[in-house]
């Protein structure tokens, strides 16, 4: 299968500090990747770099072959999705917060059309928040304005979705629902990748995992593979016994 | 998101309205007819419909000195609360206002080496002050935008304290120029009071331009503002170039509100206030945002002009009493009650 | 300085020389000084407009007000049509080429030393079809003023503080016609080598320099009694603070020389 993204030995820097050194990686369609590490590992400098919001001072990226600095912002946003990980709240209301999100559609001076209002409205639904349409996003708690901000990702209609942890405010349930949808979302084709900290959301729910440590990967494969007591050790400095869900079989990580 | 058109026509209609109140109040009494005579005696092509038998002095008054100041007065006031819409975006900073990056500072030194320097010495008339102005504004804006980088981006708080520290130093050095020069003086104290006194066709014809076309502007990019608004890592995902974005805004917003100042001097309050309050009644997007500024920030200094020139002829007060004054406990107001907009 | 001052004075008075030809009927006066100056010269009864400020003579107060030092009410002053409008140069003026586009004739003033205002009134008095008037008015105060500083007999200058203001705390320094007068009256201003005609003073110079006279002239004599640094200087210590009339001494009119009596009159006790 061909690659839907593609870093090779990229390099980024913040002044003198190295944040991502010389990493390279494949991302396939149709699959939900987990990003995890410690704080600092550079996992929000990588989805920047991949939203081309940072340039890379070493090695070059890819969307689908083609260099993502040749792509005009415009078109790179009908193609990739991001949800950074801080976002600012004005006194919109939650439909024209998440009808932002289909702002690369349509032109400066035009108009939303039924299209583009049916997709909100669906984008809306899927996140739970059609009952909140009217209301402002700065009056709305974490939880909910983090929904928002994933419905304003959906509506985008990308085949590409970053996010850096979109589970941060989220309740046990909100967060499941959220991993279930950006499953769903891979499943139909979008290539998925969260940053999580949550290290069983990411044991439970993504196909592939990439685990960070000052900038370098230190381990990539299915959870399975990845999540060994070794590593968690190794990586996170906290030793975990081996254990395992007693229904899916996938991997539990409790310290 | 849109605004109706015949929301559009209310508004137009309701301009008009205060407009010939206005020019129908101060402190000489001049009956309404002849006002309107005057005023559709100008109109071309209809000049044979009015019997002109009033005296010559009251045309004048009219038509030279109301009617002017009362249209720049829609143009300042407007322009200003457009030019603070455009701030308080780009720096997603609710207590920006139009002078904030130091257009007013600069405007000020513009205007004291004009009136000190030029002016005494017969190079140049009063008619040239704006000139200077404006040029001390743009100035002003280049050098703090130059300091306003962090690691080669514009950056919000980063311009807000380079705007606090260039303004600072600039002030300084219009109060020691005061120190040193004593001709026109006078002038310059009149001048950094802020009024639309004394103003004519000619200062209208300064600042309508820039106030119009920074208006069109703005609408034009209001979508990408309202994506701004969002982060800048989320609106460059939406697209939109952020870099580019908020240096089209300060060029915008800087011209705005040098040319709005170069003509009256320093005004304060509508640029912060009425965006801010029009934000809390009908939401931050920005389309709507910057026409309801325009308009409602027109008729404010219009009406706090208007009540400044007449409570207490033949004195006049300074317009900046009366738009606090007023504005004032309606935005504690409003503040209060809470925002009043859900869509 | 002084030399771009005439030039602009008389490049106003070419420009003005063609406009003002009939004497005009209807004139707005912009500044105590100058509605003093009119009524001197006569035409007081042509005077239709004045500032709040013109009090002086006493018929000047039952004229319409047009506005203040700041502002001027533009609708109101063309409302009484006038024919000429008197500006003074060191006060507000830039209304006055406003009024010029609006077709009003205007004529600037701006005397800054006794010789000045001399000129000034026989400029004046030209303006208004009363130049005879007003050299009557120059050599009568050329004459008094001879008379004045002919009867000065000290010898030795006495040292002069004059406080045109407390708050901050200024004085006249050379360039101004206090400090011309304080000259003229036999004494030495302390302040006379000050950068500036107006300037804002060292209260330590003032201690340092010691005046022998201390002039008020913003009616604050309590206050400065009770300043206590000031009581070593010789003025306080012989009592000689005086509180003067400060209309007589800031306005350029024949009445400065009444101040300038005053003074002598002063410094003469002082001297003896």
């Known amino acids: ?255 | 998101m849109t605004v109706k058109l015949h929301r559009i026509g209310g508004i137009v209609i309701s301009i008009v309205a205060v407009v010939v109140v206005a020019t129908a109040l101060g402190s000489v009494q001049i009956p309404l007819g002849d006002i309107l005579g005057m005023l559709v005696s100008n109109i071309p092509g209809l000049k044979g419909l009015v019997n002109a038998d009033w005296p010559l002095a009251r045309e004048v008054i009219v038509l030279q000195v109301r009617l002017p100041r009362v249209l720049l007065a829609l143009v300042v006031g407007g322009g200003l609360s457009v030019s603070g819409v455009l701030f308080q975006g780009s720096l997603r900073n609710p207590l920006a206002d139009p002078y904030i990056i130091g257009v007013s500072s600069g405007a000020s030194l513009g205007a004291t080496v004009g009136l000190l320097f030029f002016i005494p010495g017969g190079l140049v008339g009063f008619g040239a002050l704006p000139v200077f102005a404006f040029a001390g504004a743009m100035v002003a804006t280049l050098i703090v935008s130059r300091l306003g980088k962090y690691r080669g981006r514009l950056e919000p708080t980063s311009l807000i304290l380079a705007g606090v520290a260039v303004g600072a130093v600039l002030t300084a050095v219009v109060s020691f120029l005061m120190v040193l020069r004593i001709q026109n003086l006078a002038d310059v104290y009149l001048w950094l009071m802020g009024s639309l006194s004394g103003r004519g066709w000619q200062h209208l014809a300064v600042a309508t331009p820039y106030v119009l076309a920074g208006v069109v502007l703005a609408l034009w990019l209001a979508k990408d503002l309202n994506v701004y608004l969002l982060g800048e890592e989320a609106a460059h995902s939406l697209g939109i170039d952020v870099q580019h974005l908020q240096r089209w805004v300060l060029i915008i917003g800087s011209l705005m509100a040098a040319a709005c100042v170069s003509v009256s001097g320093v005004i304060g309050f509508v640029g912060l206030m009425v965006p801010h309050a029009l934000r809390l009644l009908f939401g931050a997007e920005h389309r709507r945002l910057i026409l309801h500024s325009f308009w409602v920030g027109a008729i404010f200094l219009l009406v706090a002009d208007t009540i400044a020139r007449t409570v207490l002829s033949p004195t006049e007060l300074p317009v900046g009493i009366i738009t606090a004054l007023v504005g004032g406990p309606f935005f504690i107001y409003l503040m209060k009650r809470g925002s009043g907009y859900h869509g | 300085m002084k030399k771009q001052w005439i030039w602009l004075c008389i490049l106003v008075l070419v420009l003005n020389a063609g406009i003002v030809q009939a004497t005009p009927q209807r004139i707005v006066s912009l500044a105590p000084s100058i509605t003093e100056n009119l009524f001197a010269l006569g035409v007081g009864e042509r005077i239709v407009g004045v500032t709040s400020w013109c009090d002086y003579p006493e018929e000047a107060r039952s004229r319409t007000i047009i506005g203040d030092a700041m502002n001027l009410n533009v609708e109101l002053l063309l409302s009484l049509e006038p024919d000429l409008v008197v500006g003074d140069s060191t006060l507000v003026h830039s209304h006055l080429e406003r009024l010029e586009e609006l077709g009003i004739s205007t004529f600037v003033v701006g005397p800054r030393t006794v010789s000045e205002v001399q000129e000034s009134l026989i400029d004046l008095g030209e303006a208004v079809g009363a130049k005879e008037k007003g050299e009557e008015l120059a050599s009568s105060m050329e004459l008094r003023l001879a008379e004045l500083t002919g009867n000065v007999r000290r010898s030795e200058k006495i040292r002069v503080f004059m406080e045109v203001w407390n708050e901050p705390l200024m004085t006249a320094g050379p360039g101004s016609f206090m400090d011309e007068l304080i000259v003229l009256a036999g004494g030495e201003n302390i302040a006379g080598d000050a950068p500036t005609p107006w300037p804002v003073f060292s209260e330590e110079l003032v201690i340092e320099r010691d005046p022998e006279v201390v002039i008020l002239t913003s009616f604050n004599l309590e206050e400065a009694l009770g300043r206590p640094a000031w009581q070593v200087t010789t003025a306080m210590k012989n009592g000689d603070v005086y509180e003067v009339n400060p209309d007589l001494y800031s306005r350029t009119t024949p009445r400065l020389l009444d101040a300038l009596a005053e003074l002598i009159e002063i410094l003469d006790a002082i001297g003896q």
Do not use: W
């Not at chain 1, 390279?24 to 990003?35: A, D, I, W």
């Open chain 1, 1 to 255: 299968m061909v690659d839907k993204i593609r870093l090779v030995n990229v390099t980024y820097s913040y002044g003198k500090t190295p944040v991502i050194k010389s990493l390279s990686l494949q991302l396939k369609p149709s699959l939900f990747y987990g990003v995890v590490g410690p704080n600092g590992a550079g996992k929000s400098t990588l989805l920047k770099l991949m939203d081309s919001y940072l340039k890379p001072q070493e090695g070059a990226i890819f969307l689908d072959d083609r260099p993502l600095d040749s792509y005009n912002l415009r078109d790179l946003a009908r193609e990739i999705a991001m949800i950074p990980q801080h976002s600012h709240y004005f006194p919109f209301t939650v439909k024209e917060m998440v009808l932002l999100g289909r702002t690369p559609f349509y032109t400066r001076l035009g108009q939303p059309n039924e299209a583009d209002l049916e997709i909100v409205k669906e984008a809306m639904e899927v996140t739970e928040i059609g009952h909140l349409a009217n209301r402002l996003v700065s009056d709305l708690s974490g939880g909910e304005r983090q929904r928002v901000t994933l419905a304003r990702a959906f509506a985008q209609r990308t085949q590409v979705l970053l996010l850096d942890e979109p589970t941060t405010h989220l309740d046990l349930e909100h967060q499941v629902n959220t991993c279930r949808l950006l499953k769903a979302r891979s499943e139909e084709g979008v290539t998925c990748i969260a940053v999580l900290h949550d290290l069983n959301l990411v044991a439970g729910f993504c196909d592939y995992v990439f685990v960070l440590d000052q900038g370098a990967m230190v381990k990539k494969g299915v959870p399975e593979d990845v999540f060994t007591s070794e590593l968690i050790e190794e990586v996170f400095h906290v030793s975990v016994p081996k254990l395992h869900h007693p229904l899916t079989g996938r991997p539990v990580i409790v310290p």
